[in-house]
T-cell receptor
Framework: DAEITQSPRHKITETGRQVTLACHQTWNHNNMFWYRQDLGHGLRLIHYSYGVQDTNKGEVSDGYSVSRSNTEDLPLTLESAASSQTSVYFC???????????FGPGTRLTVL | QKEVEQDPGPLSVPEGAIVSLNCTYSNSAFQYFMWYRQYSRKGPELLMYTYSSGNKEDGRFTAQVDKSSKYISLFIRDSQPSDSATYLCAMSGVQGAQKLVFGQGTRLTINP
C-alpha cells in the first residue's frame, strides 16, 4: 500500500545545531508539504513543493529550508535550531487533482 | 485576525449524543472545505470534503457549508468513544492550488 513516512519520529537536539527531518511518500504525488503543529496555532505551512526542483515558502518559513531532488522525498532542514522550533512536524502529499492531503505520522522535535 | 477560526474546546459529550463542530472564516474566496480527524500522536486524516455551499453526508457524519455566513459545520450522530479525537477544519480557494488553511482544531471526547 502507498504511504507517507517520516523519520525520525522523535528527536532531541541542542540550540544552534542543524537538523534534517525526512519525509518519504510512495503515492507518486507531485505535491508535498511541511507543517508544524503547536498548541493554539493548529497546523501552519512551512514550505511546499509542486514537483522536482520546485520549492515555495509558506507562512512560517524563516529558519527552515527544503529541497526536492526526486518525487518521493522532501527533507526539511532547520539550519540552526532554536527553542522556538520545538514542535510537532507533519509532512503531507497530494496528487493535485483535489485538495486532499495525506499526512505522515509526524516528528516530535525538541530543541534544548 | 486569523483567516479561519475554530473553537479549540475541549468538548466532552456522552456516548450517543449529537456533536456539532464549527468553523468561521473571513476569506470569501474559499470554495473547498474539508474536515480532518486527528487521533492522539497521529497525523490528520481526511474525514469529509465539500465544495461550495450545501450539505454532504457520510454515514454518521454530515458536513455543512454556509458560504453566505462564512460558516462550516461538522455533525456527528450517535457519537462513539472511537470518535474521540481532534477535528480540524481546512479550506482553500482554488482547487489544486493545494494551499490549505487550517483551523486550530477542536479536541473532542466522547464519554462511555
Amino acid at each position: 500500500d502507498a504511504e507517507i513516512t517520516q523519520s525520525p519520529r522523535h528527536k532531541i537536539t541542542e540550540t544552534g545545531r542543524q537538523v534534517t527531518l525526512a519525509c518519504h511518500q510512495t503515492w507518486n504525488h507531485n505535491n508535498m508539504f511541511w507543517y508544524r503543529q503547536d498548541l493554539g496555532h493548529g497546523l501552519r505551512l512551512i514550505h511546499y513543493s509542486y514537483g522536482v526542483q520546485d520549492t515555495n515558502k509558506g507562512e512560517v518559513s524563516d529558519g527552515y529550508s527544503v529541497s526536492r531532488s526526486n518525487t518521493e522525498d522532501l527533507p526539511l532542514t532547520l539550519e540552526s535550531a532554536a527553542s522556538s522550533q520545538t514542535s510537532v512536524y507533519f509532512c503531507a502529499s497530494s496528487d493535485g487533482g483535489t485538495d486532499t492531503q495525506y499526512f505522515g505520522p509526524g516528528t516530535r522535535l525538541t530543541v534544548l | 485576525q486569523k483567516e479561519v477560526e475554530q473553537d479549540p474546546g475541549p468538548l466532552s459529550v456522552p456516548e450517543g449524543a449529537i456533536v456539532s463542530l464549527n468553523c468561521t472564516y473571513s476569506n470569501s474566496a474559499f470554495q473547498y472545505f474539508m474536515w480532518y480527524r486527528q487521533y492522539s500522536r497521529k497525523g490528520p486524516e481526511l474525514l469529509m470534503y465539500t465544495y461550495s455551499s450545501g450539505n454532504k453526508e457520510d454515514g454518521r457524519f454530515t458536513a455543512q457549508v454556509d458560504k453566505s455566513s462564512k460558516y462550516i459545520s461538522l455533525f456527528i450522530r450517535d457519537s462513539q468513544p472511537s470518535d474521540s479525537a481532534t477535528y480540524l477544519c481546512a479550506m482553500s480557494g482554488v482547487q489544486g492550488a493545494q494551499k490549505l488553511v487550517f483551523g486550530q482544531g477542536t479536541r473532542l471526547t466522547i464519554n462511555p
